[in-house]
């Protein structure tokens, strides 16, 4: 995704700090999670870059091992997301309608995806978010043992 974010001007920082341990989980169902995660983060943040007189946008990938295993966070300092809405992006189908996110179109199929991928290689997703500052969607899986 790293082409679609440079298109939108957005710098994509990816962060893997030391030895992440191996985590349980099966790669196309991961790899589709970050994928989806990766493709809203831009997708949100560059509505924000592209108004007048806002900051550089950006979308970081951090990975670190955790108590539980290993920690995936996908951030951006996009639009953000109001509280009432935090829980309910997650539903089959929903999506955000007021405001500029609902200019952007979309299934509302993307994070329900994400987070059932998630839960089904053992692990959890959560969101963390204000409106005008961005997003995080943290990824907590289970390492090998």
Known sequence: LSPLAQQKGLVLEIDISGAVPPVRANE???RQ???N???NAIKFCGVRTQDEG???GWVRVLA???PEGVRLEVSDNGIGIPESEQERIFERFYRVTAGPAGQLGGTGLGLSIARENITGCGGRLEVHSTPGHGAAFIVTLPRCT
Do not use: I, N
């Open 28 to 30: 196309a169902l991961l």
């Open 33 to 35: 999670a970050v994928t």
């Open 37 to 39: 995660l990766l493709d």
């Open 54 to 56: 806002s900051e550089a």
């Open 64 to 66: 670190r091992t955790s």
